[in-house]
DNA sequence: CGTGCAGTTGAGCAAATTCAACGCTTGTGG
DNA sequence: CCACAAGCGTTGAATTTGCTCAACTGCACG
């Protein structure tokens, strides 16, 4: 039940290569993406790549929130994945993309050419090894997002608080870089389905609403047990 | 939207590798899983590895059809995907399987002990980049499985018995290898809106089911129209 | 010729969607 | 500084879709 797309420390201990083993503190030390990438800021909405683009780099979020999409022919929009800082996104089987990347909210992102990766993928196992558990990791966070759309509204809606709270570094307050429609196209529900929900929780005290973009989880036991 | 769960006849040609390539063809010349994997039966409904259990190998369907299935705590199933012949199943993000694979009808498996392929593709760079197409593979259908899933009842089918018709050879007829409960589980339904939509189908004359087992797409142009 | 399983069909119900109105921020211009 | 518009979120009512529960059918197998 991931909301992030990629997250390099999670495949840096399988790999045993030291060079993203901390990606998670405030300023970590060089590593690939900083060495071969560029950084790039992306306004509110703005797209970072659309679909059936050719897939030409990987991308590292600095700051901000990105949302991968896709989109059916009647216009039914499906957010894939939320990729927060230290995440990796971009990530596509084939040439081409098959969803469309755009920035949730002002965002940084560091861009890799897919080719260099490729090239050096060829001289350095290390490094093949690497994207292959970025291709695992991101596997694992689609099949439990297919296991999410079979649930209820409460327990998507459940699940989704509890992965953000992991990210949080508080681990009592989510903030949410997202809209209620993107939320709402994340658990493939409506948004006003998603609106209820939320004030049904509120209403039986697990969590809380300062404001909608902030949710203070009052009864995590009460959240968990809707986490099937 | 894809029902097999790894076909390596997608993957070689990226790969360059011609040890795969005519995968397709009645009697393969033997690859990696001939070479280096054990041929298994299994009976209707036996289980071919568990949830939690080490991930030690690789499967590749011989004949039959392979269902991989993640369980709720509270019973709910679902099936992640069918594996039918020449598609290869059991790649697990991790050391631990997260779904469970059990024969949905008697099935012949051939297994790969996975150290072997570690081993083999620690040198063997092409082996590598093989496993990682796998992989990306496996990604593309498990997303194609998640946009599945938000689409109403009769999309859902109709998606699916064109999925199925592209691995037939008569490209009219589709013999189902699953049960009802199987394919409502894969499309996140019950087993009765599967019955009646199938019912629906048949009455709108876009298909016809000459047995419970068999469909026979009448109106392909109506059921691609659903296809969105 | 029963028995049991798989699939179908029906009726009523519950959950989520649709359509519509309303309220709260936020930013902009007077 | 206030008025107003626009965007976002919430709430309500009616509707629809798919689910639940239950009965029934057909078929395979002893």
Redesign the pocket.
Known sequence: MLVHALDLREVSPQIGSAAFASTASPSPPPGPFEIMGSLIAYG??EEIYGEGEAADFLYRVKSGCVRTCRVLKDGRRQIASFSLPGDVFGLTPGEEHTSSAEASVPSEVIAVKGSTLRIRAGVDPALAILLMGLAIAELQRTQDHALLLI??????VATFLLDLAKREASNIEVR?P?????I?DYL????????????LL?NTAAIS?P???RVILCNRPSLSKMNV
Do not use: D, F, P
């Open positions: 509110r909405n649930k209820s509204a409460q327990e998507r949410l997202m809209s209620r429609q993107e709402a493939g529900l409506t948004i006003e389905t998603v609106s209820r929900t939320l004030t509120e609403l404001t909608s973009r």
